[in-house]
């Protein structure tokens, strides 16, 4: 079973303050994905990845920056949070393009 | 440009009772096609998937699904639905070529015992 792990869990951090959400997958997946999820609108694709130093461009990226540091480690970047922001996070990899995803938990992000 | 569309935000079933979860999508060609389950405080998990083939594909835990290529559906069925199936259901949708996928906004079900 892939394994891909978020951190943290939790975030609650201030607006215009500096986060960045973790991702790592265990299974060498070369995709990997940063979605949001809110209610009304299912889950956006923010950033997305295809192997170490790839980025990608999604549907939502205003205000996201990501970097694949390895082709275990993608990270989410906020440089100035805004309360829009405040939503679930997931990360998720797959081995190729448009095959099965494997979710991490999530991370719950609020910009107060 | 894809899409996907869920018409049922939310379905309320009694236990035992048959089950059918709507799937449109929009699509020219033959799309990959994906069913994933989300329980509270969890990630999306595969249910099952459509490549080509066999319309009707089965899943984990007795569900399955059917395309029809005719109509651009692609809904979830399950016979005997339980208590334990309450999450929500999304469908996701790419494509040969394509290098992400489309996802509806889901549909929250509830199992009454």
């Known amino acids: 079973e892939a394994a891909v792990t978020q951190s943290p869990r939790n975030k609650v951090t201030v607006t215009g303050g500096n986060v960045t959400l973790s991702c790592r997958q265990t299974n060498s997946h070369n995709y990997m994905y940063w979605y949001r999820q809110d209610t009304g609108h299912g889950l956006r694709l923010i950033h997305y990845?295809?192997?170490?130093?790839?980025?990608q461009i999604g549907d939502v990226p205003d205000g996201y920056k990501a970097t694949r540091t390895t082709q275990e480690d993608f990270f989410l970047l906020l440089e100035l949070a805004s309360p829009s922001q405040t939503s679930l996070y997931f990360c998720?990899?797959?081995?190729?393009?448009?095959?099965?995803?494997?979710f991490g938990k999530g991370t719950r992000l609020t910009v107060v | 440009a894809q899409s996907v569309t869920q018409p049922d935000a939310r379905v309320t079933v009694s236990e035992g009772a048959s089950l059918q979860l709507r799937c449109k999508y929009s699509y020219s060609g033959t799309p990959y096609l994906f069913w994933y389950v989300q329980y509270p405080r969890q990630g999306l998990q595969l249910l099952l998937k459509y490549y080509s083939g066999d319309p009707v594909v089965q899943g984990v835990n007795g569900f399955e699904a059917e395309f029809i290529k005719s109509n651009s559906s692609f809904h979830l069925r399950k016979a005997s639905v339980h208590w334990s199936d309450s999450a929500v259901y999304f469908c996701?949708?790419?494509?040969?070529?394509?290098?992400?996928?489309?996802f509806g906004k889901g549909t929250s079900l509830t199992v009454i015992p």
């Open positions: 998720a990899s797959s081995e190729i393009a448009n095959t099965e995803v494997f």
């Open positions: 996701a949708v790419s494509a040969p070529g394509y290098q992400n996928f489309y």
């Open positions: 990845s295809y192997g170490a130093g790839n980025l």
